[in-house]
């Protein structure tokens, strides 16, 4: 029984390393960075520690900016693209004809490359000198005026954000609530129309207690995507996401370490760590909410 034992930790050991190099220890280094006032990459020197770099990055107007960002793009986003991905998924289960290739389609943009995606969003919503856009000519169509999505107002810049984001991630739950749906038992169905129950209630009672799990997985993993997002808005705004009021938490970090104004590991890690801890506090609170509603 020993031996098996040690043979089990040995297979698991360079999961651990992985693990241990890639993840704990980052982790770990971040935390400590954060709590290091003036730290200077080159030299490998700070001059104190204290908790200066919080302060400064929870009074940062360009980090706030991105924090309302940031939970804007969550709370839309989320629910939107998990609930229509869950409307897409009962149509496809319901027709026989031609299933194979509606999934292909709604799966094509999760394979297409972001920036390529990003690209065609900005062409269809940009206004340009030459060009008002496909978006505004149909607005433009039912009388109404022309707007300019990608360098106009700000409540149009999100929606273009937020539209963007669902277009990309809803593939992906498509997929998932799709095998989800062909992996219930149709004994259920079949028992619940003999009794003569409506669809709706059979959506209701049996559908969706039966899949919750994975509705679940998509919400938990839906939330933490979004609050990593930055891809989505670099290729609609371009990288200088600070001008345009469109930046994220991550975008938010990578500008500290990298951007115009870089140089700053500190305040970076800073705001890695409160990234860290809001998606840690959401994802315990889902995990709160799912023992009463999710179904294993």
């Known amino acids: 029984m020993e031996k098996n034992n040690l043979k089990g930790w040995l297979y ?3 999961a651990f390393l992985f693990l241990g190099a890639f993840m704990i220890y980052p982790l770990i280094d971040v935390f400590v960075y954060s709590f290091e006032e003036g730290y200077n990459s080159a030299s490998q020197t700070f001059f104190g520690v204290g908790t200066y770099n919080y302060s400064y990055v929870l ?9 309302k960002n940031t939970f804007i793009l969550v709370v839309i986003t989320v629910p939107v693209s998990t609930g229509l991905a869950l409307l897409i998924s009962v149509g496809l289960s319901s027709i026989k004809p031609l299933r194979e290739l509606f999934q292909t ?11 390529a995606v990003g690209l065609v969003f900005m062409i269809l919503f940009k206004k340009t000198p030459y060009s008002e856009g496909l978006v505004n000519l149909l607005i433009n169509c039912f009388g109404g ?14 929606f273009v954000l937020c539209f963007y984001t669902v277009w990309v991630v809803m593939p992906f739950k498509i997929l998932i609530l799709t095998s989800a749906l062909a992996s219930v038992n149709q004994v259920y169905y079949n028992a619940a129309r003999v009794d003569g129950t409506s669809r709706f209630r059979i959506f209701r009672r049996i559908t969706l207690p039966m899949i919750s799990p994975m509705i679940f997985y998509l919400v938990i993993t839906g939330f933490i995507g979004a609050f990593k997002a930055y891809s989505d808005a670099v290729a609609l705004f371009g990288t200088n996401l600070n001008a345009a009021e469109m930046n994220t938490i991550v975008g938010y970090v990578y500008d500290m370490l990298y951007g115009d104004s870089g140089g ?9 760590v409160l990234l860290f801890a809001i998606v840690l506090t959401i994802t315990c609170i889902n995990l709160l909410v799912s023992k009463k509603h999710v179904h294993y």
């Open 12 to 14: 698991l050991l360079p």
């Open 59 to 67: 009074h940062d107007p360009y980090f706030l900016q991105a924090v």
């Open 105 to 115: 389609v709604y799966f094509l943009p999760y394979v297409t490359n972001t920036l």
């Open 145 to 158: 005026g022309s707007v300019d999505f990608i360098d106009g107002p700000y409540w149009a810049k999100m």
């Open 264 to 272: 700053y590991p500190s305040y970076a890690s800073a705001a890695a």
